[in-house]
């Protein structure tokens, strides 16, 4: 059975395996590092961490912090990995999470963004600065293409082909993917390239698409402040963030017609059951279709 102090040379194993050889993103890593962080400390001098009764007082733990059962799920998702992980390589005789259940989830459905409303957050920069000019673009192209924001702000210049109106994106895994652009959002990017972007770099030279008026990326956290900021602007107070653009994407391609397993892709849910989520958009516009539709409705 590992002790504690073991357990911090077999949780640097595991992560440099996820970094090396599954090539997780910088993301995924922080939060595995942080989930086995935590377990670590709840295990302290003394603890059993192979034992599952050990394993299930601290799931029951982070209830009784005020975890969501999703938050909790995540934790054993990240403890599963690690003990298979130490299964392969001999560091332990059993797998202690094999027979622990996962805590009920329920399904909330995404919040997503009226028309209208995305019509106001993207009219909300000042066109006449180069920043603004810049969040503008950016703001097009995240509802224009529902990207993740960390894969927003690691957009390099030739991933964006504007001839043929596509989106070379690298997401989870490093895995990469082709999403087309409207006309909008090229249009915006294009503008950006051409008359912010060499304001903001002056003589200073980026691969990066979008960057500061330092020279440097644009980072997850300035943007996620950035839409923040955009969002009172626009009257959008409550709950503004880059997840909650991306949904409406996906919401809205539905609404108009897109069947699933196209959103899917554009979004790079490896798991149709991810996009599922959105169902209740295609439920919605099923009900309209027999109100309209069926004689009897």
């Known amino acids: 059975m590992p002790s504690v102090g073991s357990l911090i040379g077999d949780v640097q194993q595991f992560l440099d395996f996820c970094r090396v050889e599954k090539g997780l993103a910088a993301n995924s890593l922080e939060a595995y590092g942080r989930d086995l962080a935590c377990f670590q400390q709840f295990?302290?001098?003394g603890g059993a961490p192979e034992d599952a009764g050990h394993i299930r007082r601290y799931m029951d733990s982070l209830y009784k912090s005020g975890l969501s059962s999703r938050s909790v799920a995540r934790h054993l998702t990240t403890l599963r990995n690690f003990y298979r992980f130490l299964l392969q390589e001999g560091h332990v005789s059993e797998d202690p999470t094999a027979l622990l259940v996962s805590p009920k989830q329920w399904n909330n459905l995404p919040k997503y963004l009226t028309l209208n409303d995305i019509n106001k957050l993207v009219a909300?920069?000042?066109?006449a600065k180069a920043t603004g000019l810049r969040d503008r673009a950016m703001l097009e192209l995240l509802y224009a293409t529902g990207l993740r924001v960390s894969e927003l702000v690691r957009l390099e210049v030739y991933d964006f082909s504007p001839d043929i109106g596509v989106l070379k994106v690298t997401g989870k895994g490093n895995k990469q993917r082709v999403v087309p652009i409207g006309k909008s959002a090229v249009e915006a990017v294009e503008?950006?390239?051409a008359s912010a972007r060499?304001?903001?770099l002056g003589k200073r030279a980026?691969?990066?698409?979008?960057?500061?008026a330092r020279g440097g990326p644009m980072t997850r956290q300035a943007f996620w402040k950035l839409l923040n900021g955009y969002g009172k602007q626009a009257g959008i107070f409550h709950g503004l963030t880059p997840h909650v653009v991306r949904h409406t994407f996906a919401t809205h391609l539905l609404e108009g017609g897109a069947d699933l397993r196209s959103v899917q892709t554009m979004l790079g849910h490896a798991d149709i059951s991810t996009t599922q989520i959105y169902t209740h958009v295609m439920q919605s516009r099923l009900r309209k279709t027999i109100e309209q539709h069926h004689p009897r409705a």
């Open 191 to 193: 503008q950006y390239r």
């Open 206 to 212: 980026s691969r990066f698409l979008f960057v500061t």
């Open 124 to 127: 909300a920069p000042d066109a």
């Open 198 to 200: 060499p304001r903001l």
């Open 43 to 45: 295990s302290g001098e």
